[in-house]
């Protein structure tokens, strides 16, 4: 049985190789007919750049993904306290905790998992199988008469927010034009933005009408459900198939998002960039040390230097902050969530035009001028209205600037630089990475508030922006322009 294995296994890649010498063959021949002058998805003199449109339905499916991610980040914040007098543990801090903080667990095993799966099975499926404990988890949480039942809703909904997110990045770096890259990858943040501000919006009720927040867990079910069955018409990233040496069926992908006389072009670059035949399994030790350890440090500290930017806990004290400056809680998320979506909006235009390194560096300094307005908010100097105002202020700011850069560029960028063979567990990893430091920022935030007081805290948190700029000059380059495959070839050191 081993034998004929290893004889199909010759054959396939016999064939493989013979395949990928007549796809470079024909693309040379393509270049000296003078149709196209350049690499990259097609890009060239002469046909210019493939349509955005083809790719933008795949691209929106795959957005549903945050969606839900944002949705049932925010879908306790209103309805928490009703959830607690419902089943019984009103004023137990413990459990209050545990409900928010089960998902961030489950997140953390989703997003470890991640690359495992979206490697294995594919992208599409791997979206199909993020919906599925997302459907599951929250019809229990809305069924629920007791904690457990919360909480292993929470926790089934929140592996399926941490295998989406990585996911999502791929998926979109994948299937996207080169020259519209940034700007779709900006759409996972926006529609985390949507979710967390729908969450919010029909969570407002939760504390009039009696069981509505189980009503807010079941309209989660709609999109979850939408992405499992849209995913199953979308197409597969052909950077998948063809790892997996299913070329022909890549080339028929590629001309359901490019168009038929950019495919050539294309496979010629997959070709270049990628042997096609590395389907064995990514050992974790090739992760951590080698020719990927840099652009695997690079993605961790990154994402370790987002969460050290206190954005999640300038998040879970805004409620307070606003309140002390007189403005009500509803009216402090909406402000928060206009200020974090105009962000968004604004990222996804420059994305393209002034690229990721520039907006990763404004939106690191942004933060630290943003945190040293709170700093000074809460100086002795300043007068109590003036600093409360001044502190709600910068608060806004602070989302302003994060969602300029610091928030949607990571995600992005990392998909783009991670090689073909290690994108998905890369991602996956530094991820992982992502949520550890979440939930322990989460966890200390109130603590360390206490004990050393917002100057302290804001002026701690103002440094790691500083460090974030300046790790962020030194060592991330720029992807703009340029294809998957060029950053890939330009940046891992030939063996």
């Not at 998992?113 to 809305?142: E, H, T």
């Not at 399926?160 to 791929?170: E, F, I, Q, R």
């Not at 070709?271 to 690079?298: C, H, N, P, Q």
């Not at 200390?444 to 790790?471: D, M, N, R, S």
Request: aromatic fraction near 10%; charge should be positive; charged fraction near 15%.
């Amino acid at each position: 049985m081993g034998g004929s294995d290893l004889t199909m296994r010759g054959r396939h890649g016999d064939a493989f190789s013979t395949y990928k010498r007549n796809v470079l063959r024909d693309y040379v021949n393509f270049n000296k007919d003078g149709a196209s002058e350049h690499l990259l998805n097609g890009v060239g003199k002469d046909l210019g750049n493939p349509s955005w449109r083809r790719s933008l339905p795949h691209v929106l499916v795959a957005a549903l993904s945050s969606l839900l991610f944002g949705y049932h980040l925010g879908v306790v914040n209103e309805t928490l306290e009703s959830i607690s007098l419902d089943l019984g543990f009103n004023g137990n801090a413990l459990a209050e905790g545990l409900v928010v903080s089960t998902c961030l667990g489950g997140a953390f095993v989703g997003s470890l998992f991640s690359g495992w799966i979206a490697d294995g099975v594919g992208r599409r499926r791997a979206f199909q199988l993020c919906a599925l404990p997302m459907i599951i988890g929250a019809l229990m949480s809305a069924a629920t008469n007791d904690l457990w039942g919360m909480l292993l809703g929470r926790l089934f909904v929140g592996t399926g927010m941490g295998l989406g997110p990585p996911v999502a990045a791929l998926y979109v770096a994948e299937v996207s034009p080169t020259s519209v890259r940034g700007t779709f990858g900006s759409f996972t943040q926006i529609a985390t933005c949507l979710g967390l501000m729908g969450s919010l919006f029909i969570g407002i009720p939760a504390k009039e009408v009696a069981n509505w927040w189980r009503v807010c867990f079941v309209v989660s079910v709609i999109p979850a459900v939408a992405l499992a069955l849209l995913m199953q018409f979308c197409a597969e990233s052909p950077h998948w198939l063809f790892k997996r040496g299913r070329a022909a069926e890549a080339e028929t992908e590629f001309e359901k998002f490019l168009g038929g006389v950019y495919v050539k072009s294309a496979m010629a670059e997959l070709s270049k960039a990628d042997r096609g035949d590395e389907v064995d399994t990514v050992k974790l030790s090739e992760l951590l040390y080698g020719r990927y350890f840099r652009m695997i440090f690079i993605g961790s500290v990154l994402f370790a230097l987002q969460q050290l930017s206190g954005i999640n806990a300038v998040f879970y004290f805004s409620s307070s902050v606003f309140k002390s400056a007189g403005i009500p809680s509803d009216i402090a998320n909406i402000c928060v969530g206009i200020s974090n979506l105009s962000g968004s909006v604004i990222a996804m235009i420059l994305m393209d035009k002034l690229g990721r390194k520039v907006l990763l560096l404004g939106s690191f300094i942004g933060m630290a001028v943003s945190l040293g307005i709170q700093v000074a908010a809460a100086s002795s100097f300043v007068s109590g209205s003036v600093s409360s105002y001044m502190s709600a202020a910068g608060m806004l700011l602070v989302v302003l600037a994060f969602s300029l850069g610091a928030g949607p560029v990571p995600g992005l960028l990392l998909s783009e630089i991670f090689p073909s063979r290690i994108r998905a567990k890369g991602m996956a990893f530094c991820m992982a990475v992502h949520w550890v430091i979440n939930f322990f920022v989460g966890l200390l935030f109130l603590q360390l508030l206490e004990q050393l007081g917002p100057k302290v805290l804001y002026t701690i948190f103002a440094t790691f922006c500083l460090i974030g700029a300046a790790f962020v000059k030194r060592n991330v380059v720029e992807t703009k322009g340029k294809s998957l495959q060029e950053i890939e070839i330009a940046l891992l050191p030939q063996e």
